[in-house]
């Protein structure tokens, strides 16, 4: 039975049609995936259905109903809920108040907090939130948890048509796999689900029809079962991406190449309780290393750390092999020192959302671009923009358009830009290819391997294994805290790199039982 139907929806932004006549069908207790590069217009259809953003043309039918919601609460109202890309959670409010902020209980016109903070624990631990309790502020949490929030939040109210952006792109395979066992249950009560993704192996998994967009277009509309990854990944790009991939892969002299490669940045017993323990590595130049581990291992926590972003508790980094360490108290000590950090949260961290691409790509390095060091040359700021647009195939209007205005993909792009143009010794990735579509995935990998080529240092954090054994020379693990295991290019497999991230958690509850024996046998 169709659900919801759309047909001809076009979207113009300032002139810029970023939908054409696009549309599709959802079935009763389906999985619908939509895939495509950035700026295909996969969010801003469901935007649409979701009445975040109004069409300029075109139809929508729910339940044989004509659905046309001018707000995102009269589609909720009607059944339409959507869990977005980019986080919508308030940050100042808790947990529980953020999970039921259209419904909070109340007893005689005052909330009722006893009960308010026992449903929302309910609902976390079901989502398989361990370490978050209901009345903490939402400020407090990592990105990851934070995404987990606004999934359960989705999850709590019963709706028709669940809309599903990138849901799983701060998760592990951990809390991945309890989501999908939630979208299970779902498809078997009727619901419709559109599901939105670049991971293929995801929607291989969990949908059962796949519609493909191109530059705002409908392409194609298939059965997973009948549409090979391949053939899918070729219709969303209009290219073959084989040789892009046999590219990636290293050269058999490449381990022989770094182990004769100087020291760029060596850490010594970096310690910043409770996340990080006792960390400890070295990165080369021309080399691309790895930092592989579950949600809450560390991994994100270290490279702030190193950045000082987080003030560390102890520890030692030595810079271009000096005996003697250098002093990092402030992210702007560590830009001096030729380190660039590129923030897993691009949206509270990394950009300036209102300011244009331009503005945003030159902001690292404002003296390259300005006259008298007061004067900013607007045509030199604006070269250098559409050189960076143009090497990362940023999809916009021009170098003066707002960031804000830009695809999740895209702004990512303009983070990167803005660290490439720094031209930073040590750069540190956090998450660089989240949100980006599989061939802009190809084009960035290839750029890491150009820089690494020409003797930049790089650290790649991800939680992706399969982008990690692409594109990394060796991975380090982290688990618990603490880096637990290095893998050299040839070492790893992913059943051993998972099994050195679950070390740390193993050996502690290992610990903690057999302390609990101690003292049950006094």
């Known amino acids: 039975m169709t659900l919801l139907s759309c047909r ?13 006549d696009a549309g599709f069908e959802l079935r009763a207790g389906e999985v619908h995936a939509l895939v495509g590069e950035n700026g295909a217009g996969k969010s801003t259809l469901c935007r649409i259905l979701c009445g975040i953003t109004p069409p300029d043309a075109g139809e929508m039918q729910l339940g044989g109903r004509r659905h046309a919601p001018r707000s995102r609460h009269q589609a909720e109202s009607a059944g339409v809920r959507m869990v977005m ?3 919508n959670l308030l940050p100042t409010l808790s947990v529980a108040e953020n999970i039921y902020l259209g419904a909070l209980p109340r007893r005689l016109g005052v909330i009722n907090y006893a009960k308010l903070n026992a449903d929302a624990e309910r609902a976390v631990r079901a989502i398989g939130l361990r370490d978050v309790h209901a009345a903490q502020p939402v400020s407090s949490l990592g990105i990851g948890q934070a ?4 999934i359960a939040a989705a999850l709590v109210t019963r709706c028709g048509v669940l809309v599903l952006d990138e849901p799983t792109a701060a998760l592990t395979t951990r809390e991945i796999d309890l989501l999908f066992a939630h979208l299970r249950r779902l498809k078997s009560e009727g619901v419709g689900i559109i599901y939105v993704s670049h991971r293929m192996e995801e929607i291989r998994a969990m949908a059962d029809r796949i519609t493909i967009l191109r530059d705002g277009r409908h392409i194609a509309t298939r059965a997973v079962n009948d549409i090979t990854h391949d053939e899918t990944v070729r219709l969303m790009v209009g290219r073959d991406l084989s040789a ?11 381990g022989a190449r770094r182990g004769a490669a100087r020291v760029a940045m060596r850490v010594e017993n970096l310690h910043r309780l409770p996340a990080v323990r006792d960390v400890s590595f070295t990165l080369r130049e021309g080399e691309i290393l790895g930092f592989a581990g579950l949600m809450g291992s560390g991994r994100t926590e270290t490279m702030r750390a190193i950045f000082a972003a987080d003030r560390a508790d102890s520890g030692k980094i030595y810079l271009g092999g000096s005996p003697e ?10 830009v001096r020192r030729g380190i660039a950090f590129l923030t897993e949260d691009r949206k509270a961290q990394g950009l300036l959302l209102p300011s244009s691409i331009q503005d945003n790509t030159t902001l690292a390095r404002m003296g390259s671009v300005s006259r008298l060091r007061f004067w900013i040359n607007r045509r030199a700021e604006r070269a250098t923009a ?3 647009i143009d090497k990362l195939s940023t999809r916009c209007k021009s170098p003066d358009q707002s960031v804000v205005e830009l695809s999740g993909g895209n702004q990512q792009k303009v983070v990167l830009a803005k660290w490439l143009f720094r031209d930073s010794r040590v750069l540190i990735f956090d998450e660089p290819t989240r949100g980006i579509d599989v061939g802009a995935k190809f084009e960035i990998y290839r750029l890491l391997r150009e820089l690494a080529s020409g003797g930049k240092a790089i650290i790649v954090v991800s939680s992706d294994l399969l982008e990690l054994t692409a594109i990394a020379d060796r991975i380090a693990v982290m688990s618990a805290g603490r880096l637990v295991e290095t893998f050299d290019r040839g070492q790893w497999t992913q059943e051993k790199i998972m099994e050195a991230a ?13 302390a609990a024996g101690r003292v049950e046998s006094v």
């Open 8 to 20: 001809n929806l076009t979207k113009s932004y300032a002139g810029v049609t970023v939908l054409h």
């Open 85 to 87: 890309q980019e986080l």
């Open 147 to 150: 995404q987990l929030v606004e």
């Open 244 to 254: 892009a991939a046999a590219e990636l892969r290293p050269e058999s002299t490449a």
């Open 325 to 334: 360490p250098v002093r990092i108290r402030h992210p702007r000590d560590a």
């Open 386 to 388: 559409r050189g960076y």
């Open 502 to 514: 679950l070390s740390g958690y193993t050996s502690a509850a290992a610990t903690s039982m057999a």
